[in-house]
């Protein structure tokens, strides 16, 4: 079956503007969580949603925001872009009948310039 | 609260020999996963091995294995004949057993390179 998509694979932004990138899980998985890797601070959650809501939320500023639609894809936005979301953001799914594995995908490397 | 700490940020090791990396997992609850995740070139995080806290028997998967000491705190990966396809960061994170949670937490990362 096919994997976690996510899309698109790179972007790069000026600051001050928003972004919204976007998360298809493996079919059947409704929980998907999102990532964020620098290499200063490495792999931080952002948030998970289950069944269209937020169900956990990590430690990032209002400006990091998401959804989840009744498909089970997300998408994650983030407003007034600061050169320090120069990232790359990691979407993971599972099914969470079966605890302790989640697939991810290849990310979205953002540029902020 | 959880603390993933991975102490060693690169590691080095000929072709089909073996290797081992480190991995502490801190945390007041007693119900958790641990997991070692690769991330190679390709960006895309994979799952190499996972392992419960309530289980005694140590996880295996092919060439991987680990061992977990729960009273140490200490969850390290052993790849036997390493191959060059293992290069990539080796990632550790827990995930705490409570229903409706699916938060990872990741240590920094060990950068192992597989030398021909």
């Known amino acids: 079956k096919a994997g976690v998509t996510q899309t698109p694979r790179y972007l790069i932004k000026t600051r001050g503007q928003q972004v919204t990138l976007s998360c298809s899980p493996i079919s059947g998985h409704r929980s998907v969580s999102w990532y964020q890797q620098t290499p200063g601070q490495g792999l931080q959650f952002l948030f998970e949603?289950?069944?269209?809501?937020?169900?956990n939320k990590g430690n990032f500023p209002g400006r990091f925001s998401g959804r989840q639609f009744s498909n089970s894809r997300s998408e994650m936005n983030v407003s007034t872009l600061e050169l320090g979301d120069s990232a790359l953001y990691l979407c993971?799914?599972?099914?969470?009948?079966?605890?302790?594995?989640?697939?991810f995908g290849q990310g979205t490397r953002l540029t902020v310039v | 609260a959880q603390t993933v700490t991975q102490s060693q940020p690169e590691m080095s090791v000929q072709e089909a020999e073996t290797v081992t990396l480190s991995c502490t997992y801190d945390t007041s609850e007693s119900n958790y996963y641990l997991f070692w995740y690769k991330q190679p070139p390709s960006r895309q995080m994979i799952l190499v091995i996972r392992q419960e806290a309530y289980k005694q028997q140590n996880a295996t998967e092919n060439r991987f294995s680990v061992n977990f000491q729960k009273a140490a705190k200490s969850f390290s990966l052993k790849i036997s004949d390493s191959q060059l396809g293992d290069t990539a960061m080796y990632f550790c994170?827990?995930?705490?057993?409570?229903?409706?949670?699916?938060?990872?937490?990741f240590g920094t990362g060990t950068r192992l390179t597989i030398i021909p």
């Open positions: 993971a799914s599972s099914l969470v009948a079966d605890r302790g594995e989640a697939f």
């Open positions: 949603y289950f069944s269209e809501t937020q169900r």
């Open positions: 994170a827990g995930q705490i057993s409570n229903f409706g949670n699916e938060k990872l937490t």
